[in-house]
């Protein structure tokens, strides 16, 4: 399976803290981007890093890629209860192609 | 409009119906997706079409079968579905200025009896 691999599979974490997921992949990639799902519904797009980047910052979240080992990691630092959801990393191996990770599923406690 | 809308919300069919999920965006996208999702699982792809095109179909059994009768629409046919096939179908679309990003619809929870 080209699938990714992502971890933790579940966090939970006081509200204020910093959440951290990291994803791998197998295949060389054209750019790699983060969505978040809440229960049930439509993913949201929340960050696109391309192959030649190294770090990305949107707002609270901050995003690496190292594609020698073939990673990336989204930190969402102060969480808030509204961020409770699932995290999926997907990555674009070519034209038109998305291959999403395992999902991390964060719970941020009030 | 940024926004990708499927039809209907919620499905429940019997192995011997014939329904079709539909999917709009009209944000002027160049290729349009369906996804077929599994409680606490990632999304799979199943087809993509570019430019009205069918351009990626993975390997998706006969019982689903999509349709793009304009840039705007997607559809997917179902017909003998098993009761496996019971999941979140989601549609998403890219194109525009945002080249790379997926715009996804809120989905269709189909259940198969």
């Known amino acids: 399976s080209q699938q990714g691999e992502e971890d933790p599979q579940a966090l939970s974490i006081q509200e204020g803290e910093n959440a951290t997921m990291n994803c791998s992949y197998k295949?060389?990639?054209?750019?790699l981007q983060w969505y978040r799902q809440n229960s049930g519904r439509g993913l949201v797009h929340l960050i696109l890093?391309?192959?030649?980047?190294r770090e990305k910052h949107s707002g609270r979240l901050r995003v690496t890629l190292d594609t020698s080992k073939k990673s990336s990691s989204l930190l969402i630092t102060a969480s808030r209860a509204a961020d409770t959801a699932s995290y999926f990393c997907a990555t674009s191996p070519g034209t038109y192609k998305y291959i999403f990770g395992t999902g991390t599923r964060l719970k941020v406690l009030a | 409009d940024t926004e990708v809308t499927q039809t209907p919300k919620h499905l429940v069919m019997g192995m011997t119906n014939k329904k079709s999920l539909k999917c709009e965006q009209h944000m002027g996208h160049r290729a349009m997706y369906w996804y077929k999702q599994k409680a606490k699982k990632p999304p799979e792809l199943m087809f993509v079409y570019s430019y009205e095109k069918l351009s990626i179909n993975e390997s998706v059994p006969s019982r689903f079968s999509p349709e793009c009768p304009n840039s705007s629409l997607l559809n997917l046919h179902l017909h003998a579905l098993q009761p496996e096939d019971s999941a979140l179908y989601l549609c998403a679309s890219i194109g525009g200025a945002d080249t790379d990003t997926q715009y996804f619809g809120p989905g269709t929870r189909l259940t198969v009896l």
């Open positions: 890093i391309r192959s030649n980047e």
């Open positions: 295949t060389s990639i054209n750019n």
